[in-house]
């Protein structure tokens, strides 16, 4: 059976309901075949143009194996009713045989048609892809530039001047800090790449929440913001990977202290929802355009100056792989907040 997105060896849980509509289609025309009079031949050549229907939502939904599944489920059960009503090759026998192979043909013609459609739609993804990728990459390379000249530079410069005391200790600290962001650059680029495995174990999340804030307190305060807390006290445990959500939720409060100016709030939030809880990050930036909502997950996009973009995208891989929801709203008057709704 193939899915949407290609073959695959077991049965996609989604794509059920599709095969169950398609086989009771099949099942329905079949007996009204089997159960109406032989003599009634013009509301037996209707329901063989029935037939198509099944066949043409197979086609698309499933492509080539589910043009031959529908094929071989009908020829199947439609070849015992023509024996049944086989009357000496009469004009009938003739136009049930004959409407049968050009089935058959018009079958196989629309499984090479969308197969061929669906080559084409892959291999223009995937040079959209190949093209996105070498654009992303020098954008990312041209980023990484900057400080690794600025590394090279100030350190030259302190190798030929170690008499310098006071102005040295303002390049080394600019060396630092440089080296400090392209360390961060690799790390998201590489956290990116590879796979992710969770450990999900019982989480006590308002904890993780006050762990997590205290290492953004540096950051923040560089920045002139401060961050907030706000718990729900109530929350019991859940099962979730920590060092991934602490992840996570680092990556969010980055993201928020960088659209802030200074003297703004970040606030943390975490509350119950139904079955769910929920984790939230909002600030006082200047919001999202609607325009970007929807690509602000997307790797590589990102409307910073300095960055990679892998930040967001990374919050999405996470939250993904803990099957959690994720939603973006503006504030108002301003700024952004991005809840995480785990489910417990």
């Known amino acids: 059976m193939r899915s949407e997105n290609g073959p695959i060896s077991v049965i996609d849980p989604k794509a059920w309901p599709k095969i ?40 698309f939904w499933f492509g080539r194996e589910g043009v031959i599944g529908v094929t071989s489920l009908i020829v199947l059960f439609y070849i015992p009713f023509i024996i049944r009503r086989w009357n000496q ?34 291999e223009l993804l995937q040079s959209e892809s190949f093209a996105a990728m070498g654009k992303a990459i020098s954008e990312v390379a041209h980023d990484m530039k900057t400080p690794l000249v600025a590394i090279g530079g100030l350190a030259n410069q302190l190798a030929k001047h170690p008499e310098k005391r006071k102005k040295s200790q303002e390049k080394l600290d600019l060396i630092v800090k440089e080296a400090t962001r392209l360390e ?15 450990h999900p174990a019982p989480t006590k999340m308002n904890q993780l929440v006050h762990e997590t804030v205290n290492l953004a307190e540096t950051m923040a305060r560089d920045a002139g913001v ?21 992840q996570l939720l680092l990556n969010l409060i980055s993201n928020a202290i960088q659209a802030c100016s200074s003297e703004s709030t970040v606030t943390v939030t975490t509350k119950r929802s139904q079955n769910y809880l929920l984790l939230q990050v909002s600030d006082e930036g200047c919001g999202i355009d609607a325009d970007d909502r929807s690509k602000i997950f997307d790797p590589f996009f990102t409307r910073k100056k300095k960055g990679t973009g892998l930040g967001l995208a990374i919050v999405k891989k996470i939250a993904d792989a803990h099957r959690a929801d994720i939603s973006v709203e503006n504030n108002i008057p301003r700024g952004t907040t991005i809840t995480i709704s785990f489910p417990t």
């Open 20 to 59: 169950v509509l398609v086989v009771t289609l099949i099942g329905i025309v079949l007996c009204l075949h089997y159960f109406t009079p032989p003599q009634f031949h013009y509301q037996h050549a209707l329901y063989r143009m029935f037939f198509y229907i099944p066949l043409i939502l197979a086609t």
């Open 184 to 198: 961060m650059m690799v790390r998201e680029m590489l956290d990116f790449g590879k796979e992710l495995e969770i």
């Open 89 to 122: 090759f009469s004009v009938h026998d003739f136009s049930r045989l004959i409407e049968t192979i050009l089935f058959i043909f018009v079958a196989f013609v629309l499984g090479y048609l969308v197969e061929k459609e669906r080559r084409r739609h892959r």
């Open 226 to 246: 401060e961050i907030k807390v706000e718990t729900d006290e109530n929350l019991e445990e859940v099962s979730v990977d920590g060092m991934k959500v602490r």
